[in-house]
C-alpha cells in the first residue's frame, strides 16, 4: 500500500521560504514520477511541480518557476519541494503525489494521471 505524508508547511511572511518534504512508503515501481500540486482556497487543485524518478526532467507550472525548486532522494523515496519569494497566491494546501510510469514529453502535470496522494500540509502567507 503506497503512502505519501507531507511535512513542513507553515506561516511564513511574503518573501520568505518553506521546504516541504514528502515521505512515501510501500512505492514498488520502477518508475514513477513525483509531483506537487496544491488547491488554494475557493480554487481547483493545480500542478505545481514534478520530477522524475532519476532526478533528470522536473516541470513547473509559470507560476511558480524561478522561485520554487523539487528535488527527491531516490533512495530515501523522498520529495521535496524549496519555495523562496513566497506570496499571499501561494497559499493552499500542497500535495505530493505519485504517477507511475516514466517521464514523457511535456510538463507531467495532468493530476488525473496521479494515482497516489498524501493528505496534505497546510502553506499559509501573510502579506
Known amino acids: 500500500q503506497v503512502q505519501l505524508v507531507e511535512s513542513g508547511g507553515g506561516l511564513v511572511q511574503a518573501g520568505g521560504s518553506l521546504r516541504l518534504s514528502c515521505t512515501s512508503s510501500g512505492l514498488t515501481f520502477i518508475n514513477y514520477v513525483m509531483g506537487w500540486f496544491r488547491r488554494a482556497p475557493g480554487k481547483e487543485r493545480e500542478f505545481v511541480a514534478a520530477?522524475?524518478?532519476?532526478?533528470?526532467?522536473?516541470a513547473y507550472a509559470d507560476s511558480v518557476s524561478g522561485r520554487f525548486a523539487i528535488t527527491r532522494d531516490s533512495a530515501k523515496k523522498m520529495v521535496y519541494l524549496q519555495m523562496n519569494s513566497l506570496k499571499p497566491d501561494d497559499t493552499a494546501v500542497y500535495y505530493c503525489?505519485?504517477?507511475?510510469?516514466?517521464?514523457?514529453?511535456?510538463?507531467?502535470?495532468?493530476?488525473?494521471?496521479?494515482?497516489?496522494w498524501g493528505q496534505g500540509t497546510q502553506v499559509t502567507v501573510s502579506s
Open positions: 503525489a505519485v504517477r507511475p510510469g516514466g517521464w514523457y514529453g511535456g510538463p507531467n502535470d495532468r493530476d488525473q494521471e496521479y494515482n497516489y
Open positions: 520530477i522524475a524518478g532519476s532526478g533528470g526532467n522536473t
